[in-house]
């Protein structure tokens, strides 16, 4: 499996973004999948993972507002991003929930200003 996420960008406190993970291979929909995240000076942590058969969870600081998807037909899973908060900017980036060390891609930027 290979990923690639994207979706990024600058948004105003508030707004909205779509984050997209496009995925290789046959497995896709197999796996369970996540959305993590990286600010600066900070550990990565994992936002919201979905299972193959699309059950959710997510972290205490995005529930409610962001929605994790996927489309195993297509290969590729999202994140919706609402009520956008500057405590949400960082990198953004998918993998497997537990995450492969190999599959760390440079992710997606999402920078969000007060």
């Known amino acids: 499996v290979q990923l690639q996420a994207s979706g990024g960008g600058l948004v105003q406190a508030g707004g909205s973004l779509r984050l997209s993970c496009e995925a290789s291979?046959?497995?896709?929909?197999?796996?369970?999948m996540g959305w993590y995240r990286q600010a600066p000076g900070k550990q990565r942590e994992l936002v919201a993972r979905?299972?193959?058969?699309?059950?959710?969870n997510y972290a205490d600081s995005v529930k409610g507002r962001f929605t994790i998807s996927r489309n195993n037909a297509k290969n590729t899973m999202y994140l919706q991003m609402n009520s956008l908060k500057p405590e949400d900017t960082a990198v953004y980036y998918c993998?497997?929930?537990?995450?492969?060390?190999?599959?760390w891609g440079q992710g997606t930027q999402v920078t969000v200003s007060s």
């Open positions: 993998n497997q929930d537990p995450p492969y060390s190999s599959l």
């Open positions: 291979g046959s497995i896709f929909g197999l796996l369970t």
């Open positions: 979905i299972t193959g058969g699309g059950d959710t």
